[in-house]
Structures are given as structure tokens and as C-alpha cells.
């Protein structure tokens, strides 16, 4: 080959490479809570436990990290403590630096503003991980919908509108409210992942021996690979030193002890098993194949295991 061909292929392969790295994992954390009757202090704990393992776990820089949780930062008591027998208002220092973190609340006027920002930052390489914490409800007509702070109210459609805005490489999402896989088929779609923690006709249930809820709780274990006191936990059930969403799911799944149905949708069999939020690889997407591939599994909207 020419000298010249050569040095445009290196170019080439280096530009490719270049655009590869590009990628960035962003992250949204959404709790409405509702108002302070309802916004049980179990949620902020499933969102601080969630925020720290992306900042220390995954070292995901602080700004691209979107927390929108009942009343943000306001001082009024915006949370029912677990003892349920007082009020507090949300503390603002999720990570226990000292510093706050948490300034947005959960209104709907924030999260509208927030994925708008979102579609102006994401690019074509990076991945968006939504969480979703706090309550889903069905009213009298049958419609589903997510409670956010203030009363506001979210439909699945709506939801998936704001997300569908985004154009990044991937996504993946997951849900602890009540009915949460009645949001899947709405956001379902091409480059994503959608986890829910219940069925559609379903409650979702908070842990019997702490304040977290009870999926989203070991989902976290799971992807920090220890839990909130530090205590590891053996989730990386292939070895290869990263928690795929199969595998994340998966140790959720076996760890549920409670009378719920999670149900995990791929829009590719294999996406699972290559996925992570890691920021070492593209996209959190790792198309190496693992040493030993977890057998991807897909459930139905019931939690029924398909494959
Ligand atoms: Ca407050
Ligand atoms: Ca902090
Ligand atoms: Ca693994």
C-alpha cells in the first residue's frame, strides 16, 4: 500500500477511535414523591444510594447527573421520615461530601426543562440511564400515571415524549413505582433497555428490613457490587469485573422478596448482557464478548420470562 493510503487509513482508524471515546453516560434521577404525605423518606434513600454508586462507583462527573427529587432544594418539609412519624425536608447532600447536590424539584415544569436540556446535550455516542423512583398510580378510567412533586401527574406518553427527545446511541431506564410496566410499551424502542420492578396490574413494595424499596434497592446493590453500609455483594455473575444490565437485573430479580413481578425489555436479545454504565467503554455498551455470556433473558409485560 502507498505511504499515503497508509497514513489516511491510520487517520481514518484514529478518527474512528476519537468518536468512539466521545461517549458519555448522563443520568437522570427522577422522585417525585407527590407531597410530603406521600413522599415516604424510603426514596430519597433509593436516590442517594443510586447517586452515590454513579459518583464513586462509576465516577460519572456530578453534571452530567440530573437529579430532580420532590421539593429540590427548598427548606420546607417536603418528606414523611420512615418512622412515619414526623416530617423533614429532603436533605440536599446526597453523597455525604458536605456539598449539596440536590437543587431541582420534581415538578413537572423541571423535568420538561430538563430533558430539553438533555436533547441539546446528548450526542449520537453517548448513553442516557433514566431511574425512576416514588409512586405510580391507576385512576378510575384505567390510565397510569406517575406522581411528580406538587401534585403533578406524568402519563407514560408524556414521559416518553421528554426521553424521545434525546437522540443518544442508547438508553436504558428503570422504574420502581407502583404498575411501572405499564410505562414499558410506551418507551420501549430501537437502542433501548426498559427495567420495571411489578407488572402493570401491580403494587411495587418497599423493603421489610430498611428504608429502600425493594427492587431498585438490590438493583443498585447489584450494579455498586456492595451494599449501602459497603458490604459486598457477588453480582458480577460472569467474572469479567462489570455489572451488565442482565446481570444487574438478574441479582435484583433472585433478591426480590417481595410479592412483585420485575420485568426487564430489550430491544435486541443481547443488549443486556453487553450494556453497563461503565465510562471506560463506549456508550455503556461493551461489544467485547464477556468471557462468559449470561443467557439473555426477556419478560413480558406480566414479569413472565419469555427467553
Ligand atoms: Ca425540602
Ligand atoms: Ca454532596
Ligand atoms: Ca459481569
New binding site residues.
Given amino acids: 500500500m502507498e505511504s499515503w493510503k497508509r497514513l489516511y487509513l491510520l487517520l481514518l482508524l484514529l478518527g474512528m477511535g476519537l468518536s468512539i471515546v466521545r461517549g458519555d453516560v448522563y443520568a437522570v434521577i427522577i422522585s417525585g414523591g407527590r407531597n410530603k404525605l406521600f413522599n415516604h423518606e424510603r426514596y430519597w434513600n433509593d436516590c442517594a444510594f443510586l447517586y452515590r454508586t454513579l459518583r464513586h462507583d462509576y465516577h460519572i462527573p456530578q453534571q452530567r447527573i440530573t437529579l430532580l427529587m420532590a421539593d429540590g432544594d427548598h427548606p420546607a418539609d417536603d418528606m414523611l421520615k420512615a418512622e412515619a412519624t414526623r416530617f423533614a425536608s429532603s436533605p440536599t447532600d446526597l453523597d455525604g461530601d458536605g456539598q449539596p447536590d440536590l437543587y431541582l424539584s420534581c415538578t413537572r415544569q423541571h423535568l420538561d426543562e430538563a430533558f430539553n436540556r438533555l436533547a441539546q446535550q446528548l450526542t449520537a455516542d453517548d448513553h442516557l440511564f433514566v431511574f425512576i423512583t416514588d409512586h405510580g398510580e391507576i385512576d378510575v378510567q384505567g390510565r397510569t400515571h406517575l406522581w411528580l412533586w406538587g401534585n403533578d401527574q406524568l402519563s407514560p406518553q408524556e414521559l416518553a415524549a421528554c426521553i424521545g427527545q434525546c437522540r443518544p446511541a442508547s438508553t436504558s431506564i428503570l422504574m420502581g413505582q407502583c404498575h411501572a410496566s405499564a410505562f414499558v410499551a410506551p418507551l420501549h424502542g430501537q437502542g433501548r433497555i426498559v427495567m420495571s420492578a411489578c407488572a402493570a396490574d401491580e403494587m411495587s413494595w418497599a423493603c421489610k428490613d430498611r428504608p429502600y424499596d425493594e427492587f431498585v434497592y438490590h438493583w443498585t446493590c447489584a450494579i455498586a457490587r456492595h451494599d449501602e453500609q459497603g458490604r459486598p455483594v457477588a453480582s458480577?455473575?460472569?467474572?469479567?469485573?462489570?455489572?451488565?444490565m442482565q446481570?444487574a437485573f438478574d441479582y435484583a430479580r433472585q433478591h426480590d422478596q417481595r410479592p412483585e413481578h420485575p420485568s426487564l425489555w430489550a430491544w435486541e436479545a443481547s443488549a443486556p448482557a453487553r450494556w453497563?454504565l461503565g465510562v471506560t467503554t463506549t456508550n455503556g455498551i461493551d461489544d467485547t464478548p464477556?468471557p462468559e455470556t449470561?443467557p439473555p433473558a426477556v419478560y413480558d409485560l406480566q414479569g413472565r420470562r419469555k427467553r
Fill in positions: 458480577d455473575a460472569n467474572g469479567d469485573g462489570r455489572i451488565s446481570e453497563w464477556a449470561t
